[in-house]
């Protein structure tokens, strides 16, 4: 079974509405890195759109898409948080939110079209979106003497990993972020330095 090294997720927030029989479904899309992300968006279109309804939601999250959920909201079960999700996976999107915002439209609609709507709402609104293509990285931490650091740099630009944070003294500290693809070469490649200590867990107390 071959390796995943790369994700889908959303470059910016998105939107988009369906109206059906008197209804607005507006679906807001967004690219979120936590749960709190999540609760923090869902809030404020609670108070931007106080007169509504429903704020149906759904997301997945981390690279192994393992974090997820799908809230209703009040409506009937199943009928909106997993049409929202599964339009999401439909996408093969991770690190993402869709929350969609009814308005009632003084007419019910059934779970069929309910489903329809918050389904083909959520469509709308990733269509619209400009989907990225993300490397799945790792971080690892470096410490080596000065002399050794520009050697320690040279592998990690030629393995195009990223520094994200550094303390540069005679002891010197890195934090790499290493695309999953380069990670075994690169990893390889520092430890027969010999002299860089390299590690998935911080070696610096101030790291």
């Known amino acids: ?18 109206k059906d029989k008197g209804s607005r479904f507006i679906a807001y899309a967004y690219p979120v890195l936590t749960a709190d992300e999540v609760k923090t968006i869902v809030e404020n279109l609670r108070q931007e759109h106080h007169k509504a309804r429903h704020w149906c939601y759904a997301y997945r999250l981390s690279v192994d898409g393992n974090q997820f959920r799908a809230n209703d909201d009040g409506e ?8 929202i999700l599964g339009q999401i996976d439909s996408f093969e999107l ?7 915002v009814r ?9 069929s079209g309910l489903i329809h709507a918050y389904k083909t709402s959520t469509q709308m609104a990733l269509q619209a979106a400009q989907i990225v293509e993300k490397n799945i990285e790792k971080t690892v931490y470096l410490r080596c003497d000065y002399p050794h650091l520009n050697e320690a740099l040279r592998i990690a630009k ?3 990993a990223q520094i994200i944070a550094q303390d540069l003294q005679l002891d010197c500290h890195l934090i790499v972020r290493v695309p999953l693809a380069d990670f075994a ?6 430890q027969q330095m010999r ?3 390299v590690s998935d867990e911080p070696i610096h107390q101030n790291f």
């Open 158 to 160: 030629n393995h195009n």
């Open 76 to 83: 009937p079960s199943g009928s909106a948080g997993r049409p």
């Open 94 to 100: 991770t690190d993402c939110l869709v929350v969609v």
């Open 195 to 197: 002299v860089v200590d």
């Open 1 to 18: 079974m071959s390796q995943i090294n790369t994700y889908q997720t959303l470059s910016a927030p998105c939107e988009a509405e369906f």
């Open 185 to 190: 070469a690169a990893m390889a490649a520092w």
């Open 103 to 111: 308005y009632f439209g003084g007419t019910l609609l059934g779970v």
